[in-house]
């Protein structure tokens, strides 16, 4: 499988954080391109005189759906690498309908509100402006929002897998609704255009005909995939994320309530000395299936003694999220249960890092707090963070 | 220069679609906006009140990794869109300044209304934990059922209110 390439361990921070702004830059100028700059084009969609939102959103979603589904039935994609927004019914049903309140509103949604912006409308920077302050009002009204917002989770969700039918089968459904939803919003624009004095959006037929047969044909090569024998049979069904041991030990900390650890070593080893709150499966549970009943709300942390342990079959059907420790308890014992070294040369990072370490390590270990760093004059501190930006 | 017409929607989703598909296939994730704003406000609060931010239970999750709230993935994505967003508006002769409304609207109306919008989006995205790119265009093209639902009741939502501020734009 070649895609995606992340999986190859190409890209380091920094060369990510450059693909990031590659795909900002095509995303943004397609956005602008297709209109969504101006918050009227956006409104339109609301009083059907113009479905240009239902048309760009639908045909982005197919294009890529299809695709992706087309790639990986051709075996060169995989898909469980892919990463699948979370569902949490509630908390989405109802930020949902807030969300497509504010738009009418506003005129835009937060994408196309940075377009706007940079396209010189001053609505779209009150518009972003409003929405870093609802961000706010969220995070400092949280307490009382915490169960809601945590509400009716049940893991990444595909609809596919949901059905239990072949990805291609919901695509080719997929691509058969959309182009009904096009035909039937083209109907309604020349029923509700010229009631409002618009001009009906023009619609070429020829540029219909070759998307549309574009999709169409694209999502029943994807069909014809399922009947080639499956390659790559071995990937395990869902790749496991890591966690690496500070990171751990902090929620082990904050938020024991959203993990559940599972100790894979040996049961002697186990028995003797545990990440706190760690399963140890029973002797007779090598495949530890109990994990696979787990409830799949919280994350799943699996670790060995060192390195990434082969994943039991028990904890690969865990319906939810699966880490594995960096390092195993080898690298549990090395980063929190060893005293951290100070920097020698202390910049803000390393010096919160060491805080971190040292705080996390005398938590687990009972030891006293170690000893403080110490502080020369650091020649170029970073100043505050960039304030704004492109918002 | 005379101002280029905007792409047919059709062909703008094709391409927006293929953007989408190039992260996917490169990254393994899709697009998101709504993260990258939510940075910035946290960042901009921390200038103000850094207590406040970093011991607030939602926001800690930005702290503490070592790593500045600004430096992710989203941020840097945000700042493409805005790039290729003036790239866009200048090379079609669409870029000044102005304000976007109907006839009817004063400029105070629509500005109040943009920012009232804008909160309520803001609370939102941050309830349903992504916006129409995170959830809805990206969620939905890796068929989550969550995003499924987030996006049809977004345009539930447009469509109920729609009629309540209709002097904002007819």
Known sequence: MTFPLYAHGLFGTYAGLLVGTLVGVAFGFVLERAGFGRARNLAAQFYLTDLRVLKVMFSAIVTALVGMTFLSGIGVLDLALITVPETFLWPQLVGGLLLGAGFIVSGYCPGTGVVA?????????????????????????????????????????????????????????????????????????????????????????????????????????????????????????????????????????????????????????????????????????????????????????????????????????????VYVLEGGFEGWTSAVLTAPVPPVNPTPDLVARFQLASALHARFTGAAAAAPVEIRPVANVPTGPRKGGGC | MSKRPFWNPYVAGVVLGLVLLASFLVMGFGLGSSGAVTRFAVAGAHLVAPRAVETNAYFSQYFGSGKHVLEDWLVFEVLGVFLGGVLGAYSAGRLKLGIEKGPRATTAQRLALAVAGGVLMGFAARLARGCTSGQALTGGAALSLGSWVFMMAVFTGGYLVAPLVRREWR
């Open chain 1, 117 to 321: 912006i940079a396209s010189g409308n001053l609505d779209g920077v009150a518009a972003i402006g409003g929405v870093m302050l609802g961000s706010l009002a969220f995070g400092f009204g949280y307490g009382p929002l915490e169960g809601f917002y945590k509400s009716s989770a049940m893991g990444a969700v595909r609809i596919d897998q949901l059905l239990g039918v072949p990805i291609a089968v919901v695509a080719a459904a997929v691509v058969a609704m959309a182009v009904g939803a096009f035909l039937g919003g083209e109907k309604l624009e020349a029923i509700f255009a010229p009631r409002a004095g618009a001009l009906v959006p023009a619609s070429p037929a020829r540029v219909k005909a070759r998307v549309f047969g574009g999709f169409a044909a694209v999502a029943a090569l994807a069909l014809v995939a399922l009947a080639l024998p499956t390659r790559g049979a071995a990937t395990p069904a869902r790749a496991a994320k890591t966690i690496g041991p500070l990171e751990l030990a902090r929620e082990v900390v904050m938020a024991p309530e959203t993990l559940w650890i599972v100790d894979l070593r040996p049961g002697a080893a186990a028995a003797k000395e545990r990440i706190p709150g760690a399963m140890v499966p029973p002797a007779t549970d090598e495949q530890a299936a109990f994990a696979a009943g787990l409830a799949p709300t919280r994350r799943l942390v699996a670790y060995g003694a060192s390195g990434a342990a082969v994943l039991p079959d028990g904890v690969r059907k865990f319906l939810g999220d």
